[in-house]
């Protein structure tokens, strides 16, 4: 099989979902499929500095990056408009026996489901979340008449949709599709052990060894829920908590409501900054943290919470994220109303009992390692491309060489 996976940007400032294409591609290599990445350079307000117009490799899977469309207007950068990745595709669609294009409402995506409905080339759909109810109710007018214009059409054509989370898959029935759909939840690649991580993140963070770090460790983006998760930690009356706040927001001015937040709510001098967090930093923090939290308003999938969950992590996630199910099925967290109140409950009820702490944290590993590793996922989706395939009766593509 020759598959083709098309997203906006593999850039890690747009967050898990879109690194999360590379660490698929390499596992699906492993599984003997022959799959590689059409992409842009996208880097947020920057672009990557990587080669362009040609297969290359990068976080060792294979990508072919185009120059995005660059202008000072931020809104049409984040279109990730790429003519030469619109060349690329015309001229070498029809090599693929099949594409996984991820993402919607956005030009790469577009471009690439509109090329194989035309060319009747199979495809399958990841759409991010960007299907969730919050997601939709997010700029609606432009999103209706989106719809209207070409993307309906292209998720009705795809052979299938690729949902993370049944929730995520429920909240996208409400446009009524009719698009076969499937659950083949994200993986994550298990972490070696940071030595010392408790103290080594509490010297880092420059508090007490005696602190109770509670993290949020994802995107600084509105839908995260800061503004519900700010006030709640301000309610905590643990003196030795201590607010690990890692990532980058999308923009400085989301940045600076975040600063606005924390004063307001009096948690500031309790607040470290950690930036933006990767490699061993990461593992730093997922590892030393006594509570991993998250009040998103949508979160289709949330491998942050995986992430920590395999580290041993405790988490505190709202409904309004797609795995808050799980967690509280498998006794891997506490899963409060969004509201400021009920969350500072659960995180004052898990700061106070250390071995309950503990306990929720092997489950969490437990379940990480049963359900949420990149073999599995690698399998499930390998599979559904064999049946996409069958059925569309179409001749293979000329075989690719698959190197792992």
């Known amino acids: 099989m020759r598959i ?6 593999v850039s890690p400032v747009r967050g898990g979902p879109s690194e999360a294409v590379l660490a698929m591609v ?3 290599r492993a599984e003997g499929v022959d799959a590689e990445i059409a992409t842009t350079n996208d880097n947020g307000d920057q672009v990557l500095a990587v080669p362009l117009d040609k297969l290359t490799t990068h976080a060792d899977a294979p990508v072919r990056f185009f120059a995005r469309f660059s202008p000072p207007l931020r809104p049409v950068r984040e279109f990730a408009y790429s003519r030469g990745l619109s060349r690329w595709l015309a001229e070498a ?8 294009v991820h993402a919607v409402f956005s030009y790469a995506s577009t471009r690439a489901m509109k090329l194989a409905r035309e060319r009747r080339i199979p495809y ?8 969730c109810v919050w997601s939709l109710r997010q700029r609606a007018l432009k999103k209706r ?8 059409a292209n998720l009705r054509g795809a052979a299938a949709l690729h949902f993370t989370t049944t929730q995520e898959q429920t909240e996208a029935e409400v446009l009524r599709l009719g698009t076969h759909g499937f659950v083949a939840p994200h993986g994550i690649e298990l972490a070696a052990r940071v030595p010392d991580a408790r103290v080594r993140l509490r010297e880092r963070l420059g508090v007490p060894p005696e602190s109770k770090v509670v993290l949020f460790l994802s995107r600084l983006h509105p839908k995260k829920g800061l503004e519900v998760l700010i006030p709640a930690l301000a309610r905590v009356t643990d003196p030795q908590l201590i607010f690990a706040l890692a990532g980058t927001a999308e923009s400085p001015a989301f940045d600076a409501e975040v600063e606005r937040w924390l004063a307001e709510a009096g948690l500031a001098a309790r607040t470290r900054r950690a930036g933006f967090a990767s490699g061993e930093w990461k593992q730093t923090l997922l590892q030393g943290a006594d ?3 998250l009040t998103s308003h949508s979160e289709n ?3 942050a919470v995986v992430e920590a969950m395999a580290a041993g992590l405790p988490v505190v996630v709202t409904p309004g994220v797609a795995l808050a199910e799980e967690v509280a099925r498998f006794d891997t967290g506490l899963v409060p109303a969004q509201n400021s109140a009920s969350v500072a409950a659960a995180v004052a009820e898990l700061l106070a009992e250390a071995p309950r702490r503990e306990a929720l944290g092997r489950n969490g590993q437990r379940l990480v390692h049963e359900r949420y590793t990149w073999p599995a996922a690698a399998r499930r ?3 559904e491309y064999r049946m996409i395939l069958d059925r569309s009766g179409r001749p293979a593509a000329t075989p690719g060489i698959v190197h792992v």
């Open 26 to 28: 390499r596992a699906l």
């Open 124 to 131: 399958l759909n990841r759409p991010l979340g960007q299907l």
């Open 145 to 152: 008449v989106y719809l209207a214009l070409a993307e309906r």
């Open 381 to 383: 989706i390998a599979g």
């Open 4 to 9: 083709l996976h098309v997203i906006p940007s």
């Open 93 to 100: 669609v029809t090599g693929y026996d099949l594409l996984h």
């Open 301 to 303: 999938f949330g491998i």
């Open 291 to 293: 509570v991993f939290a």
